[in-house]
């Protein structure tokens, strides 16, 4: 075998992966959106055996002998081949040591777990997830082992959606923001409250549709490559860089809800896009960590979406939409509703301020789970008390506590964290970008392409062709929380009248 002929064979094997995994995503979406209720059972059958098929060729004698030829010539390989050769090469040492029949029950009880944990929501009770939930911890835990033996089983699980942290780098990374947010969250709160009264008033469903298509077109999502969807958890799943999907879920009695919602995964989306052709197919493409991911779409969420220039530039559209409910409203008293600083039950409805509490919480609860010193049928007591302690609200049901995130039905332990380092890395972002372009002088127009322009240059078309923490350093230089605590104290000390 040659070197040419081998890149040929290794171009071949990475498109079968990306075929078995679009068609395990085209299954979950089919799942989560438009599927019938009770057909959970079939898709599982799938999706097992879709798993054990793509293990199989990821695992298989054809990709060891090919990495291995392929890694005693890295020299004669251009830097995204080497790049290839070594994320691969990883994936296969650690696939290797998962048991292939463990994979698909896994595979299967995460199908499972996700329909459980639908019917257990809207039922409130946590006892009928928790079954299900106590198996996938179990598993969790041992997959942990698989994956980095010679660590803490909750510090390999964090690494695989931010490679190279950890519960230390976590621990104080949490400390400073609670140290730097608390006060500010509770002198905001002794401040004179923001009305957002009209933000609660009926906003029909449909209206709201037609609204999520104008929010897609001011960021520039094309609707050729990017289509919207209801669920009951909003996502994001990409299927390829010319094909990425998202969903939102409608309150009727909420606007901000689906509209941050759609922003939101909006920002997931645009990273996908940009990310250059040249990776696709191959195990580069895709963002290149979860922290990464989150800082694009909380970046859109709350820097640019929750801004006076944004709001200001979108409101008289929203008063077209909306004209009973916003006619007597100012562009200014949007601003301060959709930014109002109030401790509430659910994550994905917090304000920005608030907002890392919630993931605190569940880092915690996470450590315990996996360190063993929590057992799934304690959770909803430890949940109600640190929602308690950390933002002084009381939990009054399973569905608005700990069974409002899918998460955990997806096995994804260790995913929370990201919501917080990708929020602190935006605003770092958003420091540099300041220095390069206008940004808020084209926001103001409603015109956010030098905006995505800079980010798809310095992060997006990258995807995972370079370390996270390349990428982090690309965008943000020398990574320091204090500069998103700096950010959010300038920020609501302006809207709440507060001294800094």
Not at 110 to 128: L, P, V
């Amino acid at each position: 075998m040659d070197r040419e002929q081998a890149l040929k064979e290794l171009e071949l094997l990475q498109k079968k992966l990306y075929a078995y995994n679009a068609a395990s995503s085209s299954l979950f979406l089919d799942g989560v959106t438009v599927a019938p209720g009770d057909t959970a059972e079939g898709r599982g059958v799938a999706l097992g055996i879709l798993a054990g098929e793509e293990q199989k060729l990821m695992t298989g004698t054809e990709m060891g002998e090919l990495l291995d030829f392929l890694s005693s010539g890295m020299e004669e390989l251009t830097d995204l081949q080497q790049r290839q050769v070594k994320e691969l090469k990883r994936h296969y040492e650690e696939q290797k040591r998962i048991p292939a029949e463990e994979y698909m029950e896994y595979t299967m009880l995460t199908n499972e777990a996700g329909d459980i944990w639908h019917r257990a929501k809207e039922a409130s009770d946590f006892e009928m997830f928790r079954p299900a939930l106590e198996k996938l911890v179990d598993m969790k835990r041992k997959f942990a082992g698989y994956y980095a033996p010679e660590k803490k089983p909750y510090d390999a699980l964090l690494d695989r959606y931010e490679r190279g942290a950890d519960m230390e780098y976590l621990d104080h990374f949490f400390t400073v923001l609670k140290e730097r947010l608390v006060p500010l969250i509770h002198a905001a709160g002794e401040a004179e409250q923001v009305d957002d009264s009209f933000l609660h008033l009926h906003y029909p469903a449909e209206i709201q549709r037609k609204f999520s298509d104008y929010l897609m077109e001011v960021m520039g999502l094309d609707r050729n490559h990017c289509t919207i969807g209801e669920t009951e958890h909003p996502f994001t799943l990409e299927f390829n860089n010319k094909d990425v999907r998202i969903t939102t879920n409608y309150c009727e009695d909420s606007l901000a809800d689906s509209m941050y919602s759609v922003i939101h995964e909006g920002g997931h989306a645009l990273y996908e896009l940009g990310i250059s052709d040249e990776l696709a197919y191959t195990c580069l493409t895709g963002g290149v960590s979860m922290g990464v991911h989150e800082s694009q779409s909380r970046f859109y969420e709350n820097i640019i979406g929750r801004s006076r220039a944004f709001v200001s530039a979108i409101f008289p559209k929203m008063q077209e939409f909306f004209p009973e409910q916003l006619g007597n409203v100012t562009a200014e008293q949007m601003y301060r509703a959709v930014n109002k600083v109030e401790p509430s039950l659910i994550r994905t409805e917090a304000d920005e301020l608030t907002y890392c509490l919630h993931v605190l919480i569940r880092y915690e609860i996470e450590k315990q789970l996996i360190g063993g010193s929590l057992e799934v049928r304690d959770i909803p007591q430890e949940w109600n008390r640190l929602y308690q302690e950390y933002l002084g609200v009381t939990v009054p049901d399973d569905r608005r506590g700990c069974l409002q995130d899918s998460h955990w039905s997806g096995g994804d332990f260790g995913y929370f964290p990201s919501y917080a380092l990708g929020s602190a890395y935006g605003a770092q972002m958003l420091k540099n970008m300041e220095k390069d372009i206008d940004v808020w002088g084209t926001v103001s127009k409603g015109d956010l392409s030098s905006v995505t322009g800079w980010l798809r240059e310095k992060v997006h078309q990258y995807g995972s062709s370079r370390e996270p923490g390349e990428i982090v350093a690309n965008a943000c230089g020398t990574f320091d929380p204090t500069v998103y605590t700096d950010y959010l104290t300038e920020k609501y000390s302006e809207i709440y009248g507060l001294k800094k």
